[in-house]
Nanobody, 126 residues
Framework: QVQLVESGGGLVQAGGSLRLSCATSGRTFSSAAMAWFRQAPGKEREFVTAISGSGNAGNTDYADSVKGRFAISRDNAQNTLYLQMNSLKPEDTAVYYC?????????????????WGQGTQVTVSS
């Protein structure tokens, strides 16, 4: 059974940092693109960042709203995806989801991600 389990969310003050983790099991995703999406209350799920699978130079892509503040990385040996979030803003408040694609390229379209975690809440207070 494939599982993606996020952790590391919580409550932080504006300007603070959090590091999210996404542990995968049930199959190997090292060659697959992985990503983080988020969904704020009353809003649609939105793309945050993605990283390509091995063999694609670890290419990354970031939404403009998080570029320069967030960093995605992966440890294929540990089957874990990370999201380092710095300089957090109240508008970053959302449930954050990790996802794994069936393609190796860092893509933004949620429909290309076949596997999803249950989400972890991030709340940034002003």
């Amino acid at each position: 059974q494939v599982q993606l389990v996020e952790s590391g969310g919580g409550l932080v003050q504006a300007g603070g940092s959090l590091r999210l983790s996404c542990a995968t099991s049930g199959r190997t995703f090292s060659s697959a693109a992985m990503a983080w999406f988020r969904q704020a209350p009353g809003k649609e799920r939105e793309f945050v960042t993605a990283i390509s699978g091995s063999g694609n130079a670890g290419n990354t892509d970031y939404a403009d709203s998080v570029k320069g503040r967030f960093a995605i990385s992966r440890d294929n040996a540990q089957n874990t995806l990370y999201l380092q979030m710095n300089s957090l803003k109240p508008e970053d408040t959302a449930v954050y989801y990790c996802a794994a694609a069936n393609v190796p390229f860092a893509v933004r379209a949620a429909g290309l991600y076949a596997y999803w975690g249950q989400g972890t809440q991030v709340t940034v207070s002003s």
